[in-house]
């Protein structure tokens, strides 16, 4: 289903709803979500009615956030090895178990905090392991020029839905009662897992064996760590989130507290935060060309700092909606934003990964943020919360001098192809550890732009899985050097290859034309072995190209 289109008349930010795996998963997506925002607006009022603790009101943003935190790594290796059709589809079936739970609680009359903070938590298990898997999904299903659009839709879909749902959730709250807003949650998470047993797409599927989840996680947390441009990004969004998360957590106290409102004001704010989210989504493109990515980010986290002052000093109801707005374009375009700049960011391979690395470390963010926001609410007052918030978002922007944001590029991240060479030993796939060997010849008016290209390769090699990455100049014949790296299995050499991408083995190109030598360089392989017993002794095979 993943094929160019030529037809130009879409408007960039729909063109992603051509392709019907992507429209029908979208769609039903936006239903679900429809049913979360009502049972969201349930639960947060429910747990102000109930409890007269303003820690737990703001920990129902935290219980839902949680479990992204602790879950979404793991949740990244599961999607980027296993199919990621069938991971979206358990994850929405703990969300449908979560929702069906608390509404049958309900319904038997029996409400407590701590099991609407549990079943919010579980809901939350569901949403890290399915947001992973459909976020890395968008690059299967769809070509790559249409990923800022469909991460773009995505957003604004939910934003769309969002200035309906809290409405609609306030006014099923005040007229029918907290159960029939948990049944039509409950409903409403049929349609994701229908769409997902009923839509299927073509995924590149890889020719080695599934990495061990130790060795999956190890893999891409060291290629978030290594990657400037999605360590900057990633940074950013967990401040962000720390900051603005007050917005939300507080915000059904500055409906009690300041504006001296129910459940139906509480729904038209979260409608107008909601519809502020969409019109920014919708200018996202002409927003783009006339300034950058990172001061666009930079000028949404003044526009939610702008959100929490007006909210801490405001008791009108218009006022507090339109300021709401302002913090939902904020909101949206800082996420839009973050979310493709690490896509793009990434190679197929650990996407996933990346991905969830990001999620987790926002959703902690604005789990502590819940926490912190909430005690300081409860211990000094609603209005200073808001305040020390918008200070904190006004130092957010300010970062983005340190942690700029890539600008929205499209890079070739697919991976190459790769044939094993041939070998002169029957090598298993835990043999090892394998030491790799390249000789170049360089000529001394070339040394710089060798080495520049070397740092390249190192880094490249090194976030692909290469250990022990040295390069040496030889001291009686200085025009000769070696490059040396290490795997610690066959298994993890072969994967190394493939996952160097078209823009890696360009490298490598630039190389072959600094050399000077009659032939080209050739890579030396070699098992490397102990001399504890007669049969260990050290293996060498030189690779050879396939026939």
Not at 257 to 282: C, E, H, N, T
Request: proline share 5%; charged share 15%.
């Amino acid at each position: 289903m993943k094929r160019e289109d030529p037809r130009p008349s879409v408007p960039t930010t729909l063109a992603p709803l051509r392709n019907p795996a992507f429209r029908s998963i979208w769609t039903a997506t936006q239903i679900s979500s429809l049913g979360w925002l009502v049972q969201t607006v349930a639960i947060s009022w429910l747990m102000a009615t109930i409890s007269a603790s303003d820690l737990m009101v703001a920990l129902v943003q935290a219980a839902s956030t949680l479990p992204v935190f602790l879950l979404s790594i793991l949740a990244g290796a599961i999607a980027d090895n296993f199919s990621r059709r069938w991971v979206m589809f358990a994850g929405h079936c703990l969300i449908a178990l979560a929702s069906t739970t608390l509404m049958i609680s309900v319904g038997l009359g029996f409400v407590h905090p701590w099991l609407i903070l549990g079943l919010g938590f579980l809901a939350g298990c569901g949403f890290a392991l399915n947001d992973p898997a459909w976020h890395a999904s968008v690059g299967d299903i769809l070509d790559k020029r249409d990923i800022p659009a469909a991460v773009t839709l995505m957003s604004v879909g939910y934003n769309i839905v969002r200035s309906i749902g809290p409405a609609l959730g306030g006014t099923i709250l005040a007229l029918f009662g907290p159960l029939a807003a948990f049944a039509l949650a409950a409903l409403s998470d049929l349609a994701p897992l229908s769409a997902i047993c009923r839509t299927k797409w073509k995924v590149r599927s890889s020719p080695l064996p599934r990495e061990r989840m130790t060795m999956a996680i190890h893999d891409g947390v060291r290629f978030t760590v290594m990657s400037l441009e999605i360590r900057a990004a990633i940074a950013r969004a967990t401040l962000f989130g720390l900051a603005s998360i007050s917005i939300l957590a507080l915000l059904p106290l500055v409906v009690r507290d300041q504006l001296k409102s129910g459940p139906i004001v509480y729904g038209i704010l979260l409608a107008g935060f909601g519809m502020g989210a969409f019109i920014a989504g919708m200018s996202n493109g002409f927003l783009r060309r006339i300034t950058s990515q990172n001061r666009l980010v930079a000028f949404a986290s003044v526009a939610c700092a702008a959100c929490c002052l007006c909210l801490a000093l405001t008791s009108s109801v218009p006022v507090a909606a339109i300021s709401l707005a302002l913090g939902g374009a904020g909101w949206l375009i800082t996420w839009t934003g973050i979310d493709v700049s690490v896509q793009l960011a990434s190679p197929r391979w650990v996407v996933g990964r990346t991905l969830s690395i990001y999620y987790a470390l926002s959703a902690g963010g604005m789990a502590a943020g819940s926490w912190i926001w909430g005690s300081v609410a409860q211990s000094y007052s609603l209005t200073l919360a808001l305040q020390a918030a918008a200070g904190a978002l006004l130092l957010v922007a300010a970062a983005g001098i340190l942690l700029p944001i890539r600008p929205w590029e499209e890079t070739d991240q697919e991976s190459s192809d790769f044939s094993a060479p041939e070998l002169a030993l029957d090598l298993k796939p835990r043999s090892g550890p394998i030491v790799a060997k390249v000789d170049y010849s360089i000529s001394e008016k070339n040394i710089d732009a060798f080495l520049g290209c070397m740092r390249a390769k190192r880094h490249a090699l090194s976030r692909a899985g290469a250990r022990n990455w040295t390069l040496q100049r030889n001291l009686r014949t200085p025009s000769l050097w070696t490059e040396t790296f290490r795997t610690p299995t066959w298994m993890d050499f072969l994967r190394l290859n493939h996952r160097l991408t078209a823009a890696d083995k360009e490298i490598g190109q630039n190389l072959l034309a600094l050399h000077d030598g009659e032939l080209p360089p050739r890579t030396e392989l070699s098992i490397e072995r102990t001399t504890e017993a007669a049969r260990s002794r050290a293996s060498t095979f030189v690779s050879r190209p396939p026939r």
